[in-house]
T-cell receptor
Framework: RKEVEQDPGPFNVPEGATVAFNCTYS??????FFWYRQDCRKEPKLLMS???SGNEDGRFTAQLNRASQYISLLIRDSKLSDSATYLC??????????????FGKGTKLSVKP | EADIYQTPRYLVIGTGKKITLECSQT?????MYWYQQDPGMELHLIHY???????EKGDLSSESTVSRIRTEHFPLTLESARPSHTSQYLC???????????FGSGTRLTVV
């Protein structure tokens, strides 16, 4: 089983739509969680951290369910500029690879006019 | 404004040549990483370092080598480039456990 699993998509949505991405992780000891965004042929960039209580940044809302080992990202009122690949990321703070981020394969989003 | 720099951005080179991809960061981060990524595919960790004189191999076996003589500098070397090395190479650094990574803009390598 992959450590971080995401639906690869692509998700093709019209402008203004609400879209949700889901992610599951296998290691219950994972301690930090992030969503990264990667544009085509560019480097990944941190979109937002994910906190246990859930957090919001403008049109973006991230949720964490530790019991189910599940992370989500909700994008409201999607824009053309939201088209990108969204990477779910988890990390352990200890162990042999302490602090190394574990990246999912990413979910591709395409927002159409 | 980038705090982590990779050079060159693009490199086309012949088979058998030795190449070094440069990565430097100005943030004083101890942890640095090299990833390999083919177009439309997932990131693969090939090397990482937790500080000066510390280097480890990542999850994906790679014929490349790295060195960490200075905190800010983490170069990657291929002794003899082959077409199978054609890919994008991304360098990243981190403040520590629990923090995200900052990535450089990448080097797109083509071996002909």
């Amino acid at each position: 089983r992959k450590e971080v699993e995401q639906d690869p998509g692509p998700f093709n949505v019209p402008e203004g739509a609400t879209v949700a991405f889901n992610c599951t992780y296998s290691n219950s000891a994972s301690q930090s969680f992030f969503w990264y965004r990667q544009d085509c042929r560019k480097e990944p960039k941190l979109l937002m951290s994910v906190y246990s209580s859930g957090n919001e940044d403008g049109r973006f809302t991230a949720q964490l369910n530790r019991a189910s080992q599940y992370i989500s990202l909700l994008i409201r009122d999607s824009k053309l500029s939201d088209s990108a690949t969204y990477l779910c990321v988890v990390t352990l703070h200890y162990g042999g690879s302490q602090g190394n981020l574990i990246f999912g394969k990413g979910t591709k989003l395409s927002v159409k006019p | 404004e980038a705090d982590i720099y990779q050079t060159p951005r693009y490199l086309v080179i012949g088979t058998g040549k030795k190449i070094t991809l440069e990565c430097s960061q100005t943030m004083g981060h101890d942890k640095m990483y090299w990833y390999q990524q083919d177009p439309g595919m997932e990131l693969h960790l090939i090397h990482y370092s937790y500080g000066v004189n510390s280097t480890e191999k990542g999850d994906l076996s790679s014929e490349s080598t790295v060195s960490r003589i200075r905190t800010e500098h983490f170069p990657l070397t291929l002794e003899s480039a082959r077409p199978s090395h054609t890919s994008q190479y991304l360098c990243a650094s981190s403040e520590g456990s629990g923090f995200g990574y900052t990535f450089g803009s990448g080097t797109r390598l083509t071996v002909v």
